[in-house]
């Protein structure tokens, strides 16, 4: 391993950044298809799904705005504490639109659940969700996932942009922490 690779030591390619391209360009292409001869408010929960959403966007073939929240709910940790806070809110209404709510993973579905509730109290046309990870082995509540890039088993994911600590998000890939399985 090369000096500058080190950083990456301790991480398993659990999804090739090349699946990941390929699922978005499908995903792309049923969300142009279900929206067709609508607009859509893409809203994406920071800071994980920035890389997603950028990439996803760039395959909806409609008129879509971008707008983003904050939402943590780790607090340094590798597993979620189960309480959310928004950190930072949207920047424009979005009451009658079409919301598609862009999310890095959902597991526990709490912080879903708590993203839905307080968006619906916003009057929207309607909100959907898509999900680059679904981790259902961590689930507590039910929660809608309209849109699925993948499933992943019960580990500590990191890439495209997951991360722990604030670190990795840039790998092209999503790995599992070894030391944190």
Known sequence: MTESAKWREGIRVLISAEEIQAK???LGKAITRD????????????KGSF??????????ELPITCDFLGLSSYHGRTRTSGVIRITSDLNQP????????VEDIVDTGL???YLLENLSTRRP??????SLLHKPEQR???TPIDYLGFTVPNVFVVGYGLDYLGRY???RYVGVMEDAE
């Open 24 to 26: 978005i360009v499908e």
């Open 35 to 46: 929206y067709a001869g609508s607009e859509l408010t893409m809203v994406g929960v920071l």
């Open 51 to 60: 890389l997603f959403m950028a990439d996803l966007c760039r395959h909806i």
């Open 94 to 101: 979005v009451e009658d639109r079409h919301i598609l709510v």
């Open 111 to 113: 912080t879903m659940e």
């Open 125 to 130: 046309k309607s909100i959907k969700v898509c």
């Open 140 to 142: 507590l509540v039910e």
């Open 169 to 171: 998000r840039n790998l």
